[in-house]
C-alpha cells in the first residue's frame, strides 16, 4: 500500500510567521503534489514537482514556496501565513503513466493561521 | 474559472435507493476521469476511473456514465449503504505537461438507513 507521511497533522500558526508542512513518500513516486481543501471548493493544486529538484505552479500558488530536496519528500512553505491560509493540506504522490493517474494522498495537515 | 463542475452539492438518499452524482468538465482534451472518495476525517481514495474510450464502467454497486459528446459523467451507485455516505471527487487528468487532476468540488453524500 501506498504510504504517505505529512508532519505535523496540526498546526496552529500566527498571522505573519512562517510556516512548514513537510510531506515524505515511500512509494518512489517522481510526481508529487501539495492541495488544499476548503468547503466547497474541493481539492486545489498548489504545487507539485516531477521529481527531486524540480518544482512547478499548481492552480493556487501565491503565498506558497515548495521545496523538494529528494524523491521522498516535499514540502510546502508558507513564509507569511495569513488567516485566509487556514485551511487542509494534503500531500500527495503518484506516477506518471500514459493509461492512468493514481495519485496516494497522505492524511492531510489542519493548519490554523490566528 | 472551474474546469471540473460537480451538482449536486450535496445528496441525501435512502438505503437501497440509486444514488446518481453528476460531472462536467471544459476541457476536450482531459483523458483521464477519476472519481475519488472521502470519508469524515480522512484522506481521499481513489474509488473508480474512466477513460474517454468507453462510455461505462463499472466496478460493484459503482458504475461511471460517461458522455463525450455532451463532456458529461455520472456516478451511479446502487443499492446505497450508509457506509457510502462519504464526499465524492470527480477529477479530470490533463492530457499534457505534469497529467495532473483537476478536481471537482465534491459532493457530499448521505445514505439514511
Known amino acids: 500500500e501506498a504510504a504517505v507521511t505529512q508532519s505535523p497533522r496540526n498546526k496552529v500558526a500566527v498571522t505573519g510567521g512562517k510556516v512548514t508542512l513537510s510531506c515524505n513518500q515511500t512509494?518512489?513516486?517522481?510526481?508529487m503534489y501539495w492541495y488544499r481543501q476548503d468547503t466547497g471548493h474541493g481539492l486545489r493544486l498548489i504545487h507539485y514537482?516531477?521529481?527531486?529538484?524540480?518544482?512547478e505552479k499548481g492552480d493556487i500558488p501565491d503565498g506558497y514556496k515548495a521545496s523538494r530536496p529528494s524523491q521522498e519528500n516535499f514540502s510546502l512553505i508558507l513564509e507569511l501565513a495569513t488567516p485566509s491560509q487556514t485551511s487542509v493540506y494534503f500531500c500527495?504522490?503518484?506516477?506518471?503513466?500514459?493509461?492512468?493517474?493514481?495519485?496516494?494522498f497522505g492524511k492531510g495537515t489542519r493548519l490554523t493561521v490566528v | 474559472q472551474q474546469q471540473v463542475r460537480q451538482s449536486p452539492q450535496s445528496l441525501t438518499v435512502w438505503e437501497g435507493e440509486t444514488a446518481i452524482l453528476n460531472c462536467s468538465y471544459e476541457?476536450?482534451?482531459?483523458?483521464?476521469f477519476p472519481w475519488y472518495w472521502q470519508f469524515p476525517r480522512e484522506s481521499p481514495a481513489l474509488l473508480i476511473a474512466?477513460?474517454?474510450?468507453?462510455n461505462k464502467k463499472e466496478d460493484g454497486r459503482f458504475t461511471i456514465f460517461f458522455n463525450k459528446r455532451e463532456k458529461k459523467l455520472s456516478l451511479h451507485i446502487t443499492d446505497s449503504q450508509p457506509g457510502d455516505s462519504a464526499t465524492y471527487f470527480c477529477?479530470?487528468?490533463?492530457?499534457?505537461?505534469?497529467?495532473?487532476?483537476?478536481f471537482g468540488s465534491g459532493t457530499q453524500l448521505t445514505v439514511m438507513p
Open positions: 512509494n518512489n513516486h517522481n510526481n
Open positions: 477529477a479530470a487528468r490533463a492530457s499534457s505537461g505534469s497529467w495532473q487532476l483537476i
Open positions: 514537482s516531477y521529481g527531486a529538484g524540480s518544482t
Open positions: 476541457d476536450s482534451t482531459f483523458d483521464y
Open positions: 474512466i477513460r474517454p474510450v468507453s
Open positions: 500527495a504522490s503518484g506516477e506518471r503513466r500514459a493509461a492512468n493517474t493514481e495519485v496516494f
